[in-house]
């Protein structure tokens, strides 16, 4: 699925590190899923989380339930959606939201028909909608939930993933404490927990195990005006 931040483009090289010492039994778990990529791509215990509502509404229905979303939305069904979503079920909102927008944006302008540049014709939400048959075969057996990171019940000797809002973008529109969340990270390493987090940057207690340079829609490293050139990261605490 199309999310802004997703690393979908770095699984083949992230997921060898993150499972390299993985236990039959063990569990898998993502605080922020978002738009699956990652945990698609695992075996297993798999828990996928996401504070968002509406998003996680629509995986359950897609998954678990095998909803099959409307094959076109028009603009005005969109424009509609969006400004009364009470009024709709919310795995359909957040169909509409993510997946007949542009660039997996939750509402961030609508996608639908256009002409190219070589006069054939792309549809967006077409795509969007192929990607997901295709995803979703592989979210089979997850386990869904809609809950704060710091709230989520994580089974013991967990291998965590987190993808959270990195520092100093405008990624997401709802604020996010960093140091909360290294707090939490290193609460769940003591616990026996092994966590891994993407982010440009980590506090020094965190060692880099992995990192590319990678195009990206943020401020290049969380610096305001900066390249499009990034450095993705992951972290480990090394206490």
């Known amino acids: 699925m199309k999310y802004m931040g997703s690393k979908a483009r770095f699984t083949k090289e992230i997921l060898p590190i993150i499972l390299k ?3 039959p039994e063990q569990t898998y778990v993502e605080p922020f899923a978002g738009g699956m990529n990652m945990i698609a791509e695992v075996d297993g215990k798999r828990i996928a989380n996401d504070i968002h509502t509406e998003l996680i509404e629509m ?3 897609l998954v678990c339930d095998d909803w099959i979303p409307n094959t076109f939305i028009e603009r005005e069904h969109y424009n509609s959606i969006r400004a009364n979503k009470k009024d709709y079920e919310p795995w359909l909102v957040g169909w509409v939201g993510f997946n007949c927008s542009y660039s997996g944006k939750y509402f961030g302008g609508y996608a639908g028909k256009v002409k190219t540049k070589i006069g054939t014709e792309r549809n967006y939400q077409a795509e969007a909608r ?3 048959d295709k995803q979703k075969q592989k979210l089979k057996g997850v386990v869904f ?3 704060k990171y710091t709230e989520l019940e994580i089974p013991t000797n967990s291998i965590i993933y987190c993808d959270p809002p990195y520092q100093n973008t405008t990624k997401y529109n709802t604020e ?3 140091n ?3 707090d939490w990270c290193r609460e769940k390493s003591k616990q026996g927990h092994k966590v891994y987090v993407s982010e ?3 506090p020094d207690d965190f060692d880099c195990v992995w990192e590319k340079e990678a195009k990206s829609s943020l401020s290049a490293n969380g610096v305001i005006g900066g390249s499009k ?3 993705e990261r992951l972290f480990v605490y090394g206490g």
Do not use: G, P, Q, V
């Open 145 to 147: 939930t809609n809950k």
């Open 180 to 182: 909360i969340f290294w």
């Open 59 to 61: 995986w359950e229905a």
């Open 21 to 23: 010492d993985r236990l």
């Open 229 to 231: 050139i990034s450095l």
């Open 176 to 178: 996010f404490n960093h």
């Open 200 to 202: 440009y940057n980590a």
């Open 130 to 132: 192929k990607n997901i």
